[in-house]
């Protein structure tokens, strides 16, 4: 059994991690406030620019329509795009992004297609190379500042790049979307070949240039401003995620100092008890 003395140290290091995962929780209750708000501000955005794109698709069809649009007509080769933070200690926050993205790789591999990856995030892809390790094409970090278009430039123009060189026929991105601090859900969205919404709306507009122009070049600025609305809800369920995973700590580290605490108390007392006793029995002896 272990000594009062080293027990005390116990109890003093586990009040020590106490303070951190309070101090980590408050952090990260104050950045998920801010990291919410720009979540939430680039929703809309992304969904007029999708009800842009949806309107002036209705207008093209065929050989006519952008190749990010109409797509390759293929569905052999996939490129799955995995987003995920640079840090840990949020709960099974990247572990349930990192799951839904293999649970997709393991159906298209089971339908005999072609899968590469390209990680954002270190802990996604240091989870994904246990795995994948050769399908890695690129990976990239998200650092801890609030994403912008200067950061999902470059990762954008790659997904560009290696879709017009013919690399590949469909680009999925997998990251986890921010819905309350409680719930962060996993979801897939296809970037390539354009997901168009249903919409009778193109009929009532007439646009200058014509549509296939004006798709040319907002399409290629969709990824941009897909992936950035990602890695914004990313963001905004990590500070969630980290707060609720540091609280639950927290709370854990408490109910252990209270069970330490009287562990220590009756091995004192018991300490004390055996003193007494031989104390007792040396005066009887005498």
């Not at 003395?5 to 406030?33: D, F, H, N, P």
């Amino acid at each position: 059994m272990a000594s009062v003395k080293e027990m005390r140290t116990r109890i003093g290091s586990v009040k020590s991690t106490q303070k951190i995962t309070k101090a980590m929780q408050m952090v990260a209750a104050a950045k998920l406030r801010r990291a919410q708000a720009a979540a939430e501000s680039a929703r809309p955005y992304a969904r007029s620019m999708a009800s842009v794109i949806a309107n002036l698709a209705a207008g093209v069809s065929g050989s006519s329509a952008p190749l990010l649009l109409a797509g390759t007509g293929k569905d052999q080769r996939h490129l799955v795009v995995v987003a995920t933070s640079d840090r840990g200690l949020a709960g099974g926050f990247n572990t349930g992004i990192v799951r839904a993205a293999r649970e997709k790789i393991a159906s298209l591999l089971a339908a005999g297609k072609d899968v590469k990856l390209i990680a954002i995030g270190r802990k996604g892809r240091d989870q994904l190379k246990r795995q994948h390790s050769a399908r890695i094409v690129q990976s990239y970090e998200v650092g801890i500042k609030t994403a912008n278009f200067a950061l999902v430039k470059p990762i954008a123009q790659k997904i560009l790049d290696l879709y017009l060189a013919g690399e590949f026929d469909v680009v999925t991105l997998v990251y986890s979307r921010f819905k309350s601090v409680v719930i962060q859900q996993p979801t897939l969205r296809q970037l390539i070949p354009a997901e168009v919404e249903k919409t009778d709306k193109g009929s009532f507009y007439d646009y200058e240039p014509d549509e296939d122009t004006i798709l040319e070049a907002l399409l290629p600025q969709n990824i941009s401003v897909q992936v950035l609305s990602a890695l914004l809800e990313n963001q905004a369920g990590f500070f969630a995620a980290q707060m609720a995973a540091m609280d639950s700590a927290t709370r854990n580290a408490g109910d252990l100092i209270k069970a330490l605490t009287i562990q220590m108390n009756r091995t004192r007392q018991a300490q004390i008890t055996k003193e007494l006793i031989e104390i007792i029995s040396g005066a009887e002896a005498l």
